[in-house]
């Protein structure tokens, strides 16, 4: 597995929720497109979409879905705003948030304002039960519950069993932004019922920017209006001289144009990773990695923004330095190759599954230093 990861030595990345890094036969997957683009132009189109297709059929069982229910998209906020966009909303409607969610998951629905729908968002900082505080923010009016699976800030993973269970009872939607869990843990629609489920796949993925997913509930398909249009997303697309057309029924009616397939051949190889590991084992050797930071952190008298709780985490762990400013600390961080993050007003660390312990410790090392220790 060490062969997989090319990183510099002299750098400890702790930065997959932010951008990870490629495994080799992802390098090497691109390269081959390159080399092949180069020299034989689209010869071989059809294998390529071979790949795109070898690409839906991984993403659906990393959650649980069948490969006609997975859209390629660009990004994550891309997905939410197809949904946002296309959901047939009642003046007085509501939806119901969190305060301290990524921006992308705020403004999409903000943004319904002018159709007289409201965001109302809960204060994480102030919650010691999330799932119940959403439902409690919930009445007659709210719609949809749209939450990310794990807090990009503060790397709160949410019962997601919980919110489907109560969503289902009560008529109410839920869209579940996965982008900072999906590779990081399993996860499985049967167990986690949501209407809507979003990601990219250049954070735990492993994958390159631009190429994400999109899942809608089968049964909702039909009911989100289409926001974008063109020759990919109907039936008999190919058949340019057909005149009439009607969108496909399965998720390719929401990738309106031309396939990414530099970033499938990408995706594919870095997934095909992981399912090689698999994802239980994944997760279980990055649990291993974050409670061994927390432990370092805890040691040194830091204050963990993270739930200690590992129910209520992932890959994610923030905390501050008491008395010292995070954003010098980051600075100095990253002047010394620890690659991480500044957000939420502390410091985030995002080991993966892979990543040597010895990195996590050096990283440690170096902030202890900073510190003058
Ligand atoms: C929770 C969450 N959603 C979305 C995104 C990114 O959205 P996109 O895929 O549109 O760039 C991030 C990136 O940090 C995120 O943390």
């Given amino acids: 597995m060490d062969s997989e990861f090319l990183l510099d030595p002299a750098l400890c990345h702790l930065n997959h929720a932010a951008v990870g890094p490629w495994p080799r036969r992802t390098v090497e997957a691109v390269k ?38 997975i859209a390629l998209i660009k990004n994550t906020s891309e997905g939410l705003s197809l949904i946002a966009q296309g959901l047939d909303w009642q003046p007085g409607d509501s939806i119901v948030g969190i305060a301290q969610e990524f921006p992308s998951n705020r403004i999409v629905w903000q943004a319904l304002a002018e159709r007289g729908v409201s965001w109302r968002a809960l204060d994480l900082a102030r919650s010691s039960d999330p799932e119940a505080d959403l439902i409690a923010l919930c009445d007659g009016s709210t719609r949809l519950i749209a939450v990310s699976w ?30 900072q869990g999906l590779g990081a843990l399993p996860f499985a ?22 190429l994400g997913l999109l899942y809608v509930c089968p049964e909702l398909r039909p009911r989100l209006r289409l926001t974008q249009f063109g020759w990919h997303m109907v039936e008999d697309a190919g058949d340019f001289d057909r005149t009439d057309w009607q969108p496909t029924a399965d998720a390719r009616r929401f990738e309106c144009g031309s396939p990414n397939l530099l970033g499938a051949h990408a995706l594919e190889a870095s997934l095909s990773l992981l399912t090689e590991v698999g994802m239980d084992e994944v997760w279980r050797r990055l649990q291993k990695r974050t409670e061994h930071l927390i432990t370092l952190l805890e040691r040194r008298g ?34 010394q190759g620890v690659l991480c993050a500044q957000r939420g007003g502390g410091l985030r660390f995002s080991p993966h599954f892979y990543t040597p312990i010895e990195r996590i410790e050096r990283a440690v090392r170096i902030l202890d230093g900073l510190l003058g220790g």
């Fill in 189 to 210: 629609l049967p167990r986690y019922p949501a209407d809507f489920v979003v990601a990219d796949g250049h954070k735990w993925l492993l994958g390159p920017e631009g």
């Fill in 150 to 179: 794990v807090q990009y800030a503060s790397g709160v993973r949410l019962n997601l069993a919980r919110l489907a269970t109560w969503c289902r009872a009560h008529g109410v939607l839920l869209c579940v932004d996965a982008i």
């Fill in 302 to 335: 830091f204050e963990l923004l993270t739930p200690k709780d590992p129910e209520r985490r992932a890959g994610i762990i923030s905390f501050r330095v008491p008395g010292r400013s995070s954003a010098e600390l980051y600075q100095g961080l990253m002047r």
């Fill in 32 to 69: 081959r497109f390159a080399e092949e683009n180069a020299r034989s132009g689209s010869l071989r189109y059809a294998d390529w979409l071979a790949v795109e297709q070898r690409l839906r059929e991984r993403l659906a069982s990393l959650i649980g879905a069948a490969a006609t229910d």
